[in-house]
């Protein structure tokens, strides 16, 4: 059978992205021109977000069972702690940073995505592809010279920072590459800070952040000054990590047992339009940013969530292509300009460099997060609840002055637990009270539509939630004409949105 999408990059992005259309009856094929997953740790952290959609595809449990839970963040300057960011009073059943290895995530969603009956087909480079309005030609090249011309619907560039998709669409990586030069070691230390809290010192001479990994194994990250255009630092050895630590830490932590040495430089990057016709972009091929905040493979794996279900939809004939997939990157691209600019703020505050300079910014620090709006305000950025589309086209805003969920919001889980997505359908989700006037809706759009109503939030209105878990509108009880109005939108791309 003809596959409908292609997925080239079986990262953690794409293997999300694979998962998520085959959970949804999509024919996927995933390629990858890497011999096998990472064995790296890379990215070490999956935020509550992520981890609710992780659960609506029915595979939560083996992720949080497998990693590490840090419920807080300290800044801690000149042996003073300025700041504690608290994850635990999160509204989310998920409150706390899950801290996993990059190579872990991807072993857990490769390992979903063959339950799916979907196997990664490594060793397969995209050579070129022929996109026209009607169809997209792959053309693959395997590791015994011989090639494949693919006839697919739709591809989807999940495939890193130097993405063959993106080379191959002409599109603009725009941005700027930092001259600071960073450390990262993955090793073990003995006496260090609290294993369930990530630490972040700032020092006279630079920034160093220590995230736990697992018992003993922690992620050190450190500022080490400029490098000039063209420079390629060589890795740190484990001395050069250690006078580090001593240095900016708190004294007396012991590394030992390196697992992974390595230096990077930060590049701030993003293209303007995630999508050309009948191919998009995602995660790294369309954005990266500073580490700072660990967004990056976050945001990716959201960049994912987002599309499958509408690109699911329209696969199978349950909605029109318009307005769905026009939304993907009018909303993906505004979050990753958000994450872009916030990460890049972080990493220039830590970076500050000067006596006065510093003592000025460890002063409003310590000011700012004693106010606990800063602190909420702080945790929902970080933990990425409170990302919400209130400008998306999809999204119809007002039509209600009631208590719950304003249209563009997240539907928040902890009130409706039951609202998981597990079906291999992707469909709406009314919650409102159950008066009948939802049975006609159901007839009509069983297609889109969950068959049951609740009303998790409150007794006086009516809630549509996406399969996503955004609110695409609220209306006030008994509007239902409303709500069949935007409904016929989606299924038809004509008429009034509601």
């Known amino acids: 059978m003809k596959p409908q999408v292609l997925v080239v990059g079986a990262g953690p992005v794409g293997l999300t992205m694979a998962a ?64 504690h960011i608290d994850l635990a009073g999160l509204d989310t ?25 979907v196997e990664v087909e490594r060793r397969v480079e995209l050579t070129r592809f022929v996109a026209d309005e009607d169809a997209v030609t792959a ?81 050190v990250i450190a500022d080490v000054g400029n490098i000039k255009p063209g420079e390629h630092p060589s890795d740190p050895t484990l001395d050069e990590v250690q006078s580090l630590i001593d240095q900016r830490g708190p004294g007396g932590i012991k590394a030992s047992t390196p697992i992974w040495l390595s230096s990077f430089t930060i590049n701030e990057r993003k293209v303007t339009d995630y999508r050309a016709e009948r191919v998009f972009l995602a995660g790294d091929a369309a954005h990266i940013h500073s580490p700072a905040g660990g967004q990056g493979m976050n945001t990716g794996m959201q960049d994912a969530f987002n599309l499958a279900w509408k690109l699911a939809l329209v696969c199978r004939g349950a909605a029109n292509a318009e307005p769905l997939l026009s939304s993907y990157s009018m909303e ?50 970080m933990s990425e609840l409170s990302i919400g ?46 008066d009948g006037g939802s049975a006609a809706l159901i007839a009509r759009h069983g297609d889109l539509l969950e068959p049951e109503t609740r009303a998790p939030y409150a007794d006086d209105g009516i809630w549509l939630v996406r399969p996503d878990g955004y609110v695409a509108m609220a209306a006030r009880s008994g509007a239902w004409d409303r709500v069949g109005a935007y409904l016929d939108w989606i299924a038809s791309g004509v008429g009034d949105a509601g």
């Open 20 to 83: 998520e259309l085959a959970r949804y009856g999509v024919s996927v094929r995933i390629v990858d021109k890497a011999a096998a997953r990472t064995d790296k740790s890379k990215a070490i952290v999956l935020w509550s977000r992520t981890l609710e959609l992780i659960d609506r595809m029915g595979c939560g449990a083996a992720f949080v069972g497998a990693g590490v839970k840090a419920h807080g963040a300290n800044i801690i300057a000149g042996g003073t702690r300025l700041a």
């Open 139 to 219: 053309f693959l090249r395997r590791l015994d010279g011989s090639e494949e011309a693919l006839d697919v619907d739709w591809m989807i560039g999940c495939d890193g920072a130097h993405s063959a998709v993106r080379h191959g669409l002409g599109m603009e990586f725009e941005g700027d590459t930092l001259v600071s030069h960073w450390i990262l070691a993955d090793l073990h230390l003995a006496d260090a800070p609290p294993p369930d809290e990530i630490e972040i010192y700032w020092h006279a001479d630079g920034v160093l952040l220590l995230f736990p990994i697992s018992p003993g194994r922690y992620r």
């Open 93 to 117: 059943p998920h409150p706390y940073a899950l801290m996993l290895p990059q190579s872990d995530t991807e072993r857990l969603m490769e390992e979903y995505l063959n339950s799916l009956g």
């Open 389 to 434: 589309y209130p400008d998306s086209p999809l999204t119809i805003a007002g039509g209600h002055g009631h208590s719950g969920p304003a249209a563009g919001e997240r539907a928040p889980v902890s009130a409706a637990g039951h609202h998981v997505g597990l079906g291999n359908r992707p469909r709406f989700m009314l919650f409102a009270v159950a």
């Open 332 to 381: 993906r691209s505004e979050v990753g300009r958000e994450v872009l600019v916030a990460a890049g703020r972080l990493t220039t505050v830590a970076m500050l460099r000067g006596e006065f300079m510093q003592g000025i910014r460890n002063h409003l620090a310590s000011l700012l997060f004693g106010l606990s709006p800063v602190r909420q305000a702080m945790t929902n950025t």
